[in-house]
């Protein structure tokens, strides 16, 4: 009789089998066997035919899955008695069972590993009730799973994309009114400037109509900011200064030398260098020069909305990154408020509560944006278009804590200790799927090795999450 892989006693201290007959580990020490593998090898690849069953005697796993053709890191484990491999050995199929994710050694490792195929036939002789649940629990779940979860990142996609194209279509729609403007600034300016090449004016005071010009124009981009008042009071100002020129329909003129941050000194200025003939044609030319600029910085302000937007929008969705990095949580709670702005009305208020000084985190930025984007939809829709939104960041020692509160009707005792669970939702039929609660909670304990909690009372629901500064081992 050969050598058993493990002592008797040593089988019994595994969990999956401390209740096992004598008769069902015979059947174990039997079959099972010991591999060992150095640290950095690949145990499982994923796709590869599902032959084995591993338990994890030593050392410490990781787990990962492509996506995309990216590696992400599912888990990490150095728990005695994990298992891995073919773990639905139990489902019939009319298909062989492949590996669902690679499994890589951190450090050296020590596996017991059962044949699946054999496994699977004295599994279901051990225990025909209990395989039969378990199937159909696993088919269920897997077709329950697969339904919402597309159902869910349909919708979460469409909410997405339609408030990241609200965002897009303002900056847009005003870049094209503004080059329209300036198409026409630009042919006013061309006659205007034929106007004055008929008036056989003097190259010097040519010259010094351009050197104004460019003066004036620099003052654009430095144009203070006015109120009402202040923009009429100034018009009124200006336009006195034309009508006392004789400067005709001065009042057409006057809003756009304000607008550019100009006074009557300004023009005073004007006057000294091209004089009282040339002086109508020159402020003509100079108001057309100047709303091409004001155009211009128009169309420059809105690209660069633009340019910041889908910018906002890569980091969000981190598809040009590293799944695993060394992050700023604030840039992912920024980028997430831009993609949620279509959902944040008029009438709540967002407060940023920032200490810029807390230390990058390792994390699936992603994912972290994921639970950012549940968190602060939840919150929305507790608040119903009325109250404040606050994100709240600070380190404790060794731990970043992010803060996501509201100011709504708050969440009851009874539901406060059930909204982690998976498909629990208080929102009617249809309405929600119960899953984004559960999804953070596990992106954050299980992918993170941090935690998430939440206070609540009326008029003051917050959510803390608490994310390492360190790198993880093991969970």
């Known amino acids: ?18 209740h096992l007959s004598d008769e069902q580990l015979d059947w174990i020490e039997e079959h099972a066997a010991l591999e060992r593998y150095e640290g950095g090898s690949v145990v499982i690849q994923e796709g590869e035919p599902a032959t084995c069953f591993y338990l994890l005697l030593g050392g410490a796993l990781r787990m990962t899955r492509l996506v995309s053709g990216v590696e992400v890191e599912m888990k ?37 590993t059962l044949p699946a195929a054999e496994f699977a036939v004295q599994f279901r002789g051990w225990f025909p009730m209990a395989a039969h649940l378990l199937e159909g629990m696993y088919v269920g779940w ?56 008929k008036k056989d004016i003097d190259p010097d005071l040519l010259e010094q109509l351009l050197d104004v010009q ?56 004007v006057l000294d260098s091209v004089g009282e003939g040339l002086l109508d044609s020159a402020v003509r030319w100079l108001a057309y020069a100047l709303e091409t600029e004001m155009l211009m910085g128009e169309i420059e302000d809105s690209t660069t909305r633009i340019s910041a937007l889908v910018g906002a929008a890569k980091q969000y969705s981190q598809m040009d990154r590293a799944p695993h990095q060394w992050i700023d949580v604030h840039e992912g709670l920024d980028s997430t408020l831009v993609m949620m702005s279509g959902k944040i009305g008029p009438g709540i208020r967002v407060v940023k509560e920032y200490d810029h000084g807390i230390a990058r985190v390792p994390a699936y930025a992603a994912e972290l944006n994921q639970v950012w984007t549940n968190i602060i939809d939840n919150a929305l829709g507790a608040m119903a278009g009325e109250g404040t939104l606050t994100l709240r960041t600070w380190q404790v020692d060794k731990q970043v804590r992010v803060e996501i509160g509201d100011t709504g009707p708050g969440i009851p005792e009874d539901v406060r200790q059930r909204i982690f669970e ?54």
């Open 1 to 18: 009789m050969s050598t058993p892989a493990l002592p008797r006693e040593e089988l019994r201290g595994l969990f999956l089998f401390e």
């Open 76 to 112: 990490r484990s150095d728990q005695r008695g994990s298992y891995c491999g073919a773990t639905q050995f139990f489902v019939h199929q009319e298909t062989d069972h492949s590996y669902g994710a690679s499994v890589h050694a951190v450090s050296d490792v020590e596996f017991l």
């Open 142 to 197: 897997r077709n329950t799973d697969t339904v919402i979860s597309s159902r869910r990142r349909l919708l979460a996609l469409g909410e997405l994309s339609a408030g990241l194209t609200h965002e897009l279509n303002n900056p847009a729609a005003a870049a094209v009114r503004a080059t329209a403007s300036l198409r026409e600034r630009v042919a006013g300016m061309r006659h205007k400037l034929a106007l004055l090449a």
């Open 214 to 269: 460019e003066r004036l124009v620099k003052q654009v981009a430095d144009a203070p900011k006015l109120t009402a008042m202040q923009q009429s009071d100034r018009e009124d100002e200006i336009g006195d200064w034309f009508d006392d020129h004789g400067i005709g329909q001065g009042w057409d003129l006057a809003s756009i030398f304000v607008s550019a941050g100009l006074t009557a000194d300004s023009l005073d200025g």
């Open 422 to 475: 998976p498909f629990f939702t208080t929102k009617g039929v249809g309405e929600g799927t119960g899953l984004g609660l559960d999804i953070s909670w596990r992106i954050v304990v299980e992918r993170h090795y941090g935690d998430i909690k939440v206070e609540s009372a009326p008029g003051d629901t917050r959510f803390e999450i608490c994310l390492p500064v360190e790198e993880q081992a093991s969970l």
